[in-house]
C-alpha cells in the first residue's frame, strides 16, 4: 500500500530536481537560487498543509471503513473536499504574496522576483 505513495514522492522531488537541473543551464545564479527558494516554499506552505489535511481524512476514513460504515466514508470524504478547497484560498493568498514575504525576509530583490514566478507558475 506504500508504493503508490513512494511513487508520488519520488516523482515530486524528480521535478523538482528536474527543475534546478534546467535552470543551471541559464548560469544566472538568481534562476537557481529563485527555483530553490519556491520549492521550499511551496513545500512548507502548500504541500505540508495540504498533505495534512489529506493525512487526517486518510485516518478518519480508514477508521470509519473499519466500522463498516460506508456512509460515513462518504461524509468524510465529502467534508475533505470541502476542507481542502476552503483552505486552498489562504493558501493561494500566501503564494501570491511570496514575492512580499521574501522581499521582507532580506531575499535579493532579483532572487525574489524569480522565485515569486516560480511559485506562480508551479502552484497556481
Known sequence: MAIPGMIASMSF??????????????????????VGLGNVYITIFGI????????????????????GNLYLCGVYLNRGRV????AFIPIAFIMISAKYFFEFTGVQPNTAEQASLYICQKWL
Open 13 to 34: 522531488a524528480l521535478v523538482e530536481a528536474m527543475n534546478l537541473m534546467f535552470m543551471g543551464q541559464f548560469g544566472d545564479p538568481a534562476l537557481v537560487a529563485g
Open 83 to 86: 476542507i481542502i478547497v476552503i
Open 48 to 67: 505540508i498543509t495540504i498533505g495534512g489535511i489529506n493525512g487526517i481524512l486518510s485516518t478518519l476514513v480508514s477508521q470509519s471503513y473499519g466500522q
